[in-house]
């Protein structure tokens, strides 16, 4: 499917509430496929349930509305189907607070940020304050600049992707729902090259090699994430290519 991004992606600009994306299906392109279902793999920033609540609030049609609109109807090739993205206010909120950032790059439309070890990227269930959100708010609060909306119900807004607590590294954050859109786009794609450092315990018996399996967090250290079994629906299917440095 293409993204028709509109007036907002030919400006450059942030969309305003109420931006439109309209999905094209080619003949052939689904058979029976559940709407939801749908949109959640062509949106991959939206999670199921979230795309389920915008197709109860009628912020989805199917070909203009002609078509009743329900999370399990079917489509088919030649369906047109618009979605009404509603923007809440990206930090309204999060607590903001004074955390210590290393910056690498700013503008309109995202920051890069040289995360360090022992900083959660965003508000969970164990962990309410001293996350990446929160010094970001902090960093924004006196500017008219904030995080995209994108993922604002759930305490992440403008999180595009994510590292674990203890990695350093670089990380993304869309301060415009257009950038968030279009860095989803390209992470779920595959587009974004993605390279860690690691010292490794134990033997590694080849020099280089690929991991090909799910990755899920752990049942027992939620904290933790770790190679799930095949066929286990709490992992995400990843490739991981490693190469040893030093031995």
């Known amino acids: 499917s293409d ?5 907002a992606s ?13 999905l094209v299906l080619a003949a052939g392109q689904v058979q029976a496929q559940r709407l939801d279902q749908y949109l959640a793999s ?7 349930s979230a795309v389920q ?13 002609s078509k009743a609109c329900k999370p399990a109807a079917k489509l088919k090739g030649g369906d047109t189907i618009t979605v009404t993205l509603p923007a809440p206010p990206g930090c309204a909120g999060i607590k903001a607070e004074q955390i210590a950032l290393s910056i690498l790059h700013e503008d309109d439309h ?20 001293g996350t990446l959100v929160n010094a970001l708010a902090w960093h924004l609060q006196h500017s008219e600049a904030s995080l ?22 670089v990380i993304l954050v869309a301060k415009s729902d257009l950038a968030h859109w279009r860095l989803s786009e ?22 280089q090699g690929m991991v090909d399996a799910a990755i899920g967090r752990d049942a027992t250290q939620r904290e933790r994430m770790c190679v799930r079994e095949p066929g286990d629906k709490g992992g995400k299917h990843a ?7 030093e031995r």
């Open 3 to 7: 993204l028709d991004w509109g007036k």
């Open 10 to 22: 030919r400006d450059g600009g942030a969309p305003p509430a109420g931006t439109k994306i309209d």
């Open 42 to 48: 062509a949106l991959p920033f939206l999670s199921r």
């Open 53 to 65: 609540s915008l197709i109860k609030t009628d912020c989805v049609a199917i070909c203009g509305g």
């Open 110 to 129: 995202l920051i890069a940020v040289n995360k360090q070890a022992g900083l959660t990227v965003h508000p969970w269930n164990a962990v309410a304050s």
């Open 148 to 169: 995209s909306s994108v993922g604002a119900a759930s305490s992440r807004p403008g999180i595009v992707h994510r590292l674990d607590r203890f990695t350093t590294g």
């Open 186 to 207: 390209h992470f779920a794609q595959r587009k974004v090259d993605k390279r860690y450092l690691a010292v490794v315990h134990g033997e590694v018996a080849q020099d």
């Open 239 to 245: 490739q991981t290519i490693y190469r040893v440095r």
